[in-house]
């Protein structure tokens, strides 16, 4: 209730007639909010992640901090991953420290 009253005092045009401006401010929210519950087309949905996030499917997404460059693995590593995805040859990684789980945690890495 006090982020909205401040929130209201923000918007106020003319100090003069405070009550008064506040009251219309106020309204004029309302009245926006009505509109938007009445035609929810008039608000597109924001994106649910951050453009520089990368939806990888079955519900989990990269989320940003990720290397700047991307690597070759060496030795058992790079083994690991081309047994894993059945591919014989040089595989290209990038490091991302955040991964959203199908349930809607967050993944942290210790990179």
């Known amino acids: ?65 990720r290397d700047a460059r991307s690597i070759f693995p060496n030795g058992l590593a790079a083994r690991a991953i081309s047994d894993y995805l059945g591919y014989m040859g040089k595989v290209k990684i990038q490091h991302w420290a955040h991964l959203r789980l199908p349930n809607g945690q967050i993944a942290r890495t210790a990179w």
């Open 1 to 65: 209730m006090e982020r909205t009253i401040g929130n209201l005092g923000q918007e106020i045009r003319q100090h003069s007639n405070l009550y008064a401006n506040l009251s219309r401010e106020g309204v004029r929210r309302c009245q926006a909010n009505a509109l938007k519950a009445m035609v929810p087309t008039l608000c597109p949905e924001k994106a649910p992640f951050p453009s520089t996030s990368i939806d990888i499917g079955g519900g989990y997404v990269l989320l940003c901090k």
